[in-house]
């Protein structure tokens, strides 16, 4: 298993996000939830819409274009129009960097 870095601690404040391009991904999602990395694929698996874009609260973030709710920790969609869940991704932390384990 190799990391990469994704972005470095500070970068993303608690409640916040931060969307990332690491070449041969989609780009991706990095959420801080009270201090705990979580990173999930940025464009909604029901259209195109970036959910670095969207308003997180209480461990989901809301799809800014057609209102779909994802759990940022699982994935998984929550409320529709949205079905499919967004890819999750391994994350680490070592050091104030945040780095994705593959
Ligand atoms: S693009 Fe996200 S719910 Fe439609």
Redesign the pocket.
């Known amino acids: 298993m190799g990391k990469r870095q994704i972005c470095r601690v500070d970068e993303v404040a608690p409640g916040a996000s931060l969307r990332v391009e690491l070449e041969g991904l989609p780009p991706l999602a990095v959420f801080n939830l009270d201090g705990d990395f979580y990173v999930i694929n940025d464009t ?6 970036s ?1 670095c874009e969207g308003e997180i609260e209480d461990g989901q973030v809301e ?6 709710k994802f759990c940022i920790k699982s994935g998984k969609a929550l409320t529709f ?2 079905v499919e869940p967004q890819r999750t991704y391994i994350v680490a932390v070592e050091n104030d960097e945040v780095f994705l384990v593959e």
Not at 44 to 49: D, Q, T, Y
Not at 63 to 68: D, K, Q, R, T
Request: charged fraction near 5%.
């Open positions: 909604c698996s029901h259209g195109e819409a959910l799809c800014p274009w057609h209102n779909a129009p949205a």
